[in-house]
């Protein structure tokens, strides 16, 4: 039977991790570890725009191949960024401490949240017959966090750049879900990041939709998940598999 699929992005598109941000996870692991500290967030920041898996999609990892392995290879952006900001300037050995908290905190599955239209619109597209399958650039931990907030029951299939070895856009990491996928029609990605998600499913030949994040280069835009079930459901309605 032919199945009509969406296929998600997690981060910024379904879910959250509260704080939105790496340099909060480390003002978190900074607040614990040096109550009274004077840094923030903004000035973490710069330090923390390069350095992670998806800011080289273009560089497959899949030489990484456990979560040890994975974080191991994140702890010298870390020690960096707290360098960086002269943090242990006195103590060599404390950036590094700190580096290491910043798994269990980022990971920390109580903090990790879904939009309010997350669950309604994936519930109600699903009653409508869509098949959800979830394609996210993450950490390896990530089914932890969708199981903290109920979003496992309702994917089919979850590809993940940290397990998979490949970053979107890069077309490696759209290879799992064109398995599933197939010759099916309808099929969209759904993501609120233009390059990662509509450009690099538009490259393997499935539309996109940018939501929450506007861009003008994006052909088709929706500010939230009821306007992309409205959208999605328009353009493949009931007896109508013709349009695009
Ligand atoms: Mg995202």
């Known amino acids: 039977m032919n199945k009509k699929y969406l296929i998600w992005d997690f981060d910024g598109t379904l879910g959250y991790r509260e ?37 080289m999609p273009e560089r497959p990892h899949t030489y990484i191949i456990s979560a040890d392995q994975w974080w191991a290879e994140m702890t010298p952006v870390f020690v960096a960024a707290f360098d960086a900001l002269g943090v242990g300037v006195a103590d060599p050995v404390l950036a590094r401490n700190l580096a290491r908290q910043i798994r269990p905190t980022y990971c920390n599955p109580d903090r990790w949240r879904l939009f309010d239209d997350t669950l309604p619109v994936l519930d109600e597209l699903a009653a409508r017959g869509w098949t959800h399958i979830l394609l996210s650039n993450h950490v390896p931990e990530l089914a932890i966090f969708m199981d903290a907030v109920d979003l496992s029951a309702r994917i089919a299939a979850v590809f993940n750049s940290a397990i998979m070895g490949y970053e979107k856009p890069h077309p490696a990491a759209f290879r799992g879900v064109l398995e599933i996928v197939g010759d099916s029609r309808p099929v969209w990605m759904i993501g609120d990041n233009i390059t990662a998600d509509v450009f690099g499913a538009a490259a393997v030949g499935i ?33 109508d598999s013709s349009r695009d």
């Not at 004077?38 to 898996?53: E, V």
């Not at 940018?210 to 999605?232: I, K, S």
């Open 207 to 239: 539309p996109g939709v940018l939501v929450r994040r506007p861009d003008e280069r994006a052909e088709r835009f929706c500010a939230d998940l009821w306007q992309v079930a409205a959208l999605v459901e328009d353009a493949h309605g009931p007896g």
């Open 19 to 55: 704080g939105r941000s790496w340099a909060m996870v480390l003002i978190e692991v900074l607040d614990r570890q040096m109550p009274g500290h004077s840094y923030s967030a903004d000035q973490l920041a710069p330090h923390l725009r390069t350095g992670f898996p998806w800011h």
